[in-house]
């Protein structure tokens, strides 16, 4: 017999993320392989099952709370009011949601239709200086204006040792350029790409009426194909390629994706 599903557990908005010890950091060993429950238990509060339940918020209704929680916002050229991580720390739910980057304090209370999705709300209430590194554009710091309701005088240190090896291995790798895309790489690999459904096709059309093995390795190369823009489409979408975001999704949604496979890039992103 099949087994009853279990329940999802129900989703509490005024629960905090759970928060890991910080143990690990004192000892000094995260990041170095001398912790790594630590290290597995950053990536649990990143994304843990707070952040799936986020995704089940019913919005209207997260929307109106986010009403009681709304806050001024800092004018161009106005003194941005001081506040400490303690009191941002009390704003750590969907509803009443606060962060800090760069040590300046942004409400983002009920923003359901942040381009990143709700994944943004695991954040609350937390430095989140390093995922907006991450998971953003340069271009995205033009964006956090709108949201500014103040600023954190204290210095933003990390609390464990994992962050800290992080943030140097980041600057490391920048330092190296490891960060900026070949562009010859990826003119090859696009245009070998493409030359794999061209040879499909030529074999198709050539043998295929006479032969069942040339319709077989027809359909075999246009399975690399296919697997190919996989790939590559992930490149773009990533935004690996181009500077310019736009073009990647031109390139690589548009035509890799939605025209040579045949997938939906948009749902991809989404």
Partial sequence: RRRPRRAPPPLCLSAPPPRASQSGARSGTMGRGGNSDSAVG?????????GDNVD???KKRLAELAKQNSTRIVEEGEECPVLTRAEVAKHCTPEDCWVIVKNRVYNLSGWVDHPGGQVVFTQAGRDATDMFHVFHSPAA?????RFLIGKCEEES????GLLTDYRKLREQFRSWGLFKASAGFYVWKTL???ALALVSAAVLVTYGP????????????????WQQ??????DYLHNQVFENRRLNHIVGGLVVGNLWQGYSAAWWKN
């Fill in 192 to 194: 070998s790409t493409l």
């Fill in 157 to 160: 240190v990390p609390a464990d």
């Fill in 42 to 50: 950053t990536l649990k509060r990143m994304w843990g099952s707070w």
């Fill in 210 to 225: 006479s032969s069942w093995l040339a319709v077989l390795a027809s359909a075999l190369v246009m399975g690399v194909f």
């Fill in 229 to 234: 823009c996989g790939w590559l489409a992930h």
């Fill in 56 to 58: 089940k918020l019913d």
């Fill in 141 to 145: 710091w033009t964006h956090l204006r």
